[in-house]
């Protein structure tokens, strides 16, 4: 049994993680191109201005050489971590398609077992969680190496390009601080989760990175679990394609609504007979 169990929750969880790995590869990839020919241009003004100083006169070009110079290179650093990771889970990866004798067989498991807590004791789902603060970093790098280079050749298009970067990163602040204050929100990343464990911990005096949105959001679930039955009928009826599933739903829904309001009459009776 739990051969069958872990191989199950091991692929899905590993194939979770491949994919996300992929989509960082993929970005990493994509963003290296769109960064490489900035710098072959910004390379230039570094000739022009030899002497400069990083906040002197003509210091524009080394600050903007430093910063899609260090976009590229964190990008970089984000593709060899996607990569890195990627043999890390092969190398967790345990074949339980092996002679099934009971000794070799608890063997596997045992190691299988080993293995997951190694995972688990070294945080490597919140190492993968972290790279997409390492893309963020690397597009902030480029977009500010871009506003301070656009303001030495156009005033006009500096300040558009601006207000377009400042909306972009004003919706992502915004969207990552949510969640620190409702989990009624569909911004959820691992920054955002981060941050709203760490808030919750705070507020109970014990700070805590982990489980307490999960928490949280499971109590507001519990405590509205009626209005999200309802919910759950209308969507399946509205939904399904199948006639016999909407009639059942139909006669599961009455059923449902009749036990209800039996358990609420119930409970009305009890408080009204019960003593003040």
């Known amino acids: 049994m739990y051969a069958n169990e872990a191989r199950h929750f091991d692929q899905q969880m590993l194939a979770a993680w491949n994919k996300h790995l992929d989509v960082r590869l993929l970005f990493a990839g994509l963003f290296s191109a769109i960064v490489t020919p900035f710098i072959v241009e910004s390379y230039k003004l ?6 400069a100083d990083f ?4 210091g524009y070009a080394v600050r903007v050489n430093a910063m899609w110079i260090g976009s590229l290179v964190i990008n970089i650093i984000t593709a060899l971590l996607a990569i890195h990771f990627k043999q890390w889970l092969d190398g967790y990866s345990v074949d339980f398609m092996v002679p099934r004798t009971r000794d070799t067989l608890l063997s596997v498991c045992r190691l299988r077992q080993y ?13 993968i969680a972290f790279l997409p603060m390492l893309l963020y970093t690397s597009v902030l790098f480029f977009a500010i190496g871009l506003v301070d280079w656009l303001w030495h050749l156009n005033t006009g298009i500096a300040i558009y390009v601006t207000i377009l970067c400042g909306l972009v990163v004003v919706f992502g602040i915004a969207t990552t601080l949510i969640p620190m204050f409702t989990t009624r929100t569909p911004f959820r990343t691992p920054m955002s989760y981060l ?6 911990g705070i507020w109970r005096g014990e700070p805590c990175i982990r489980h307490l949105m999960e928490e949280e959001e499971m109590d507001v679930v519990d405590a509205e679990g009626e209005f999200l039955d309802e919910g ?4 399946l009826m509205k939904n399904t394609r199948d006639e016999q599933i909407y009639q059942d739903t139909i006669r599961a829904e009455k059923e449902y609504l009749h036990q209800r309001n039996q358990h609420r009459r119930a409970n009305s009776l009890h408080s009204q007979n019960s003593p003040v």
């Open 46 to 51: 570094l000739h022009d201005n030899p002497s």
């Open 55 to 58: 906040f002197g006169p003509g």
């Open 115 to 127: 293995r997951f807590q190694g995972i688990r004791k070294w945080h490597i789902d919140g190492l």
């Open 195 to 200: 941050l709203g464990n760490l808030w919750r």
């Open 232 to 235: 759950a009928f209308r969507w």
